[in-house]
């Protein structure tokens, strides 16, 4: 059974920190691209970052130089870290991972994470 289990969400203020983390299981974690995804009240889910099994990043522009994906193949887990939080970064965190094979894509989902940063 695969699960995504995300942490560290929580509110904060303004210019402040958080850190999420995503723990697996069920999946061969070091050869899955990871994600974070966030969803907004009203707003569709958007990518925040990600990291690929060779540990290649890409972020959103809305976050470039605040927030820093990485991943820990021993833990099997992966890190949002996301530093000088604004209002706007207010949502709904959940992690992926996904695998593309020859016949198939695999893709699950954690449940999710709430952060709120407050003005």
């Known amino acids: 059974q695969v699960q995504l289990v995300e942490s560290g969400g929580g509110l904060v203020q303004a210019g402040g920190s958080l850190r999420l983390s995503c723990a697996t299981s069920g999946i061969i974690f070091s050869i899955n691209d990871m994600g974070w995804y966030r969803q907004a009240p009203g707003k569709q889910r958007e990518l925040v970052a990600a990291?690929?099994?060779?540990?290649?990043?890409n972020y959103a522009d809305s976050v470039k130089g605040r927030f820093t994906i990485s991943r820990d193949n021993a833990k099997s887990t992966v890190y949002l870290q996301m530093n000088s939080l604004k209002p706007e970064d207010t949502a709904v965190y959940y992690c992926n991972a996904a695998r593309q094979t020859l016949a198939e894509r695999y893709v699950y989902w954690g449940q999710g994470t709430q952060v709120t940063v407050s003005p």
């Open positions: 990291i690929t099994s060779d540990g290649s990043t």
